[in-house]
């Protein structure tokens, strides 16, 4: 399949890999959908070919990630970012205080763009040891009367990921999944909301998913503009304004993909064996040191090491490039070496990428 076409093994942090079943539909089906005479991209968004996309989207997501009913899930524009707004903007509804942890840069750019909202406090920050592990916190380090806490469930930058849910009692937790969303199961009861921008783990740029519950709905202020308003967009099935079409039905077809490959159990049981082989070599690597000391901290989808050297680790991306390993470098804020492996990368990717550091090593000692 990859000779076929010539593709490379990409590992970027996103927008990134998709499964290339999915990429081969969307091909076949991309001048006629169905029996509609048009692509999806052309197609109107009240039709009833798109309605029953939509609609299949959002079941599959909640079969999948087993959504319980009093949850809404919204698809939506904006990305990431714009969520580090609507949260605020929404769920700052008593005290308007929020508690935030911050794990890496997209914790601190959410925390940032809260400020312009209430009173929002750091409830723990790793950025001392720059962002090398994940706090571990319980109830009594969160203000009794916040009205959310947020975190950032994995941290796509600096490869960490929570190994475990903060219990925050009957404050609402609101977790950015964007960059782990779909790679293993969660209790979405633990959550208030959850949202991640599609283009890590779940399809191209251009749609957010947002999971949220329903007694969260509602309360966002009146000069609230429309578009920023939860409540709009649940109550009119995300379509109150044209909403991404075609993303909408990339991520359904990787949806369905998932469904067919077992469920989240199988994807993520890949995902531990992917990371687990990267993550062993590394550490018995004499060339290559894994900055994320504590185990239980990795990520499964963002895995950063180094040499030490910043020349070598130049060499080793140019040089990985060259061989169809492409975009091995680390995030332009910390530099090293960063291998995202989100569930669109096979198991031989990886092995290709380990071949590869072996013999990097072997010629670099
Ligand atoms: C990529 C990323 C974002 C930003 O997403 P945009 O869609 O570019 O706004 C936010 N949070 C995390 C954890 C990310 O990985």
Same mark, same amino acid.
């Given at each position: 399949m990859k000779q076929k076409y010539n593709r490379v093994y990409n590992f970027a942090a996103g927008p990134s890999m998709l499964p290339l079943d999915v990429i081969e539909e969307v091909s076949n089906d991309l001048p006629n959908y169905g029996e509609s005479g048009q692509s999806v991209m052309e197609m109107s968004h009240r039709s009833a070919e798109f309605k029953q996309i939509l609609a299949d989207a959002e079941q599959d997501l909640?079969?999948?990630?087993?959504? #319980?009913? %009093?949850?809404? &899930?919204?698809?939506?524009?904006?990305?990431?970012?714009?969520?580090?707004?609507? &949260?605020?903007?929404?769920?700052?509804?008593?005290?308007?205080? $929020?508690?935030?942890?911050?794990?890496?840069?997209?914790?601190?750019?959410?925390?940032?763009?809260?400020?312009?909202? +209430?009173?929002?406090?750091?409830a723990a920050s790793s950025e001392e040891s720059n962002f090398t592990y994940i706090p571990k916190l319980t109830r009594e380090d969160f203000r009794e009367d916040a009205d959310y806490v947020h975190i950032c469930f994995n941290n796509t930058i600096y490869g960490t990921h929570y190994s475990y849910i903060p219990d925050t009692g009957d404050i609402p937790l609101v977790a950015d999944m964007s960059s782990c969303i779909l790679s293993e199961k969660i209790d979405v009861s633990k959550f208030g909301l959850i949202y991640a921008g599609a283009q890590k783990n779940v399809g191209p740029a251009g749609v957010t998913i947002v999971i949220i519950r329903e007694d969260l709905l509602g309360n966002a202020p009146e000069n609230c503009p429309t578009?920023?308003?939860?409540? =709009?967009?649940?109550? %009119?099935?995300?379509?109150? %304004?044209? #909403? #991404? @079409?075609? +993303? =909408?039905? &990339? $991520? +359904?077809? *990787?949806f369905k993909h998932i469904k067919?490959?077992?469920?989240?159990?199988? *994807?993520?049981?890949? %995902?531990?064996?992917? $990371?687990?082989?990267?993550?062993?070599?590394?550490?018995?690597?004499?060339?290559?040191? @894994? #900055? *994320?000391? $504590?185990?239980?901290d990795r990520s499964l989808m963002n895995v950063t090491f180094v040499t030490g050297n910043p020349e070598l680790d130049k060499k080793f991306v140019a040089e990985g490039r060259l061989a169809g390993l492409v975009n091995l470098n680390g995030h332009r804020s910390v530099g090293g070496m960063r291998a995202s492996i989100y569930n669109a990368m096979p198991v031989e990717g990886v092995d290709a990428l380990i071949s590869f550091m072996a013999e990097f090593e072997k010629e670099n000692k």
């Open positions: 909640r079969d999948i990630l087993e959504i #319980p009913d %009093n949850y809404r &899930v919204l698809f939506l524009q904006g990305g990431g970012t714009l969520q580090f707004a609507m &949260v605020p903007l929404n769920l700052l509804r008593k005290s308007k205080k $929020a508690d935030y942890i911050i794990t890496g840069s997209w914790a601190k750019k959410a925390y940032k763009e809260a400020q312009k909202f +209430g009173d929002i406090r750091v578009y920023l308003d939860y409540r =709009i967009h649940a109550d %009119n099935s995300s379509s109150y %304004n044209t #909403p #991404p @079409c075609f +993303g =909408i039905y &990339v $991520a +359904g077809l *990787v067919k490959l077992g469920g989240i159990e199988s *994807v993520h049981s890949q %995902n531990v064996i992917k $990371a687990g082989r990267l993550h062993d070599f590394i550490d018995s690597s004499e060339l290559f040191t @894994c #900055p *994320v000391e $504590a185990k239980e």
